[in-house]
């Protein structure tokens, strides 16, 4: 999965339906929604999770869940994004399945030597520049810190936090395979346009990173 990782935050669609974004979004093209839904009861979240299930089921773009492992089996999401004080990988795989998507965030070196054992399908770096949607967190990576873990890790990385089209590209170039935004969507005059810009600069400078990979590894 590369691509622009759209987390939802209800908080900063600017009064506009959840829903009504994430269409936007998909216009726009991104690759991947992530449910994140903090202080919602679980029977309106299971009812939201299907909605925007059933505006990205036909483009075949995934639903992931924030946290909530119930909520992903009760919706039929595609998997789940957990962090470090959540479920336990292990355990998420055991109830998931095989074929499930799971993220897990990285905060510290700790984190990302730890997820080298485990069989996750990414690990999400977090967070990448200070962002007033996530306080919880640790110490910035900064692109050194993201650099040093994609010349380490096994696993494709999801670069989250403070992440805009100002800097999409030194992110992406970096070393970053999805961008996860949440703001730079959500609160945008235009969600579509906004995506679309996104993936723009991300399919750009992917295709400059491929193609030095590809001359390093010719020499």
């Known amino acids: 999965m590369r691509g622009i990782y759209l987390v939802t935050n209800r908080g900063l669609c600017r009064g506009r339906?959840?829903?009504?974004?994430?269409?936007?979004?998909?216009?726009?093209?991104?690759?991947?929604?992530?449910?994140r839904e903090k202080e919602t009861p679980t029977r309106a979240f299971v009812e939201e999770a299907l909605a925007v299930k059933n505006i990205l089921a036909p483009h075949r773009i995934p639903l992931m869940i924030n946290d909530r492992i119930d909520v992903a089996l009760a919706c039929g999401a595609d998997g789940v994004h957990i962090g470090q004080e959540d479920m336990p990988y292990e355990t998420a795989r055991r109830l998931l399945g095989p074929k499930a998507i799971i993220g897990l965030s990285v905060e510290t070196w700790e984190d990302v030597e730890a997820a080298q054992k485990l069989e996750v399908d990414y690990i999400g770096v977090s967070p990448v520049f200070a962002t007033p949607t996530k306080t919880d967190t640790k110490e910035p990576?900064?692109?050194?810190?993201?650099?040093?873990?994609?010349?380490?890790?096994?696993?494709?990385?999801?670069?989250?936090?403070?992440?805009?089209?100002?800097?999409?590209?030194?992110?992406?170039?970096?070393?970053?395979?999805?961008?996860?935004?949440?703001?730079?969507?959500?609160?945008?005059?235009?969600?579509?346009?906004?995506?679309?810009?996104?993936?723009?600069?991300?399919?750009?400078?992917?295709?400059?990173?491929?193609?030095?990979?590809?001359?390093?590894?010719?020499f």
């Open 17 to 35: 339906l959840l829903l009504d974004v994430v269409a936007e979004a998909v216009k726009g093209g991104v690759a991947c929604v992530q449910l």
């Open 141 to 218: 990576w900064g692109l050194e810190g993201l650099r040093k873990v994609k010349a380490f890790s096994r696993h494709p990385l999801t670069a989250i936090g403070g992440i805009s089209e100002a800097n999409a590209r030194e992110v992406t170039e970096a070393g970053a395979d999805c961008l996860a935004v949440v703001s730079a969507i959500c609160s945008a005059e235009n969600p579509a346009g906004a995506t679309a810009r996104l993936k723009h600069v991300f399919d750009e400078a992917l295709r400059r990173r491929d193609r030095r990979v590809s001359r390093d590894i010719s």
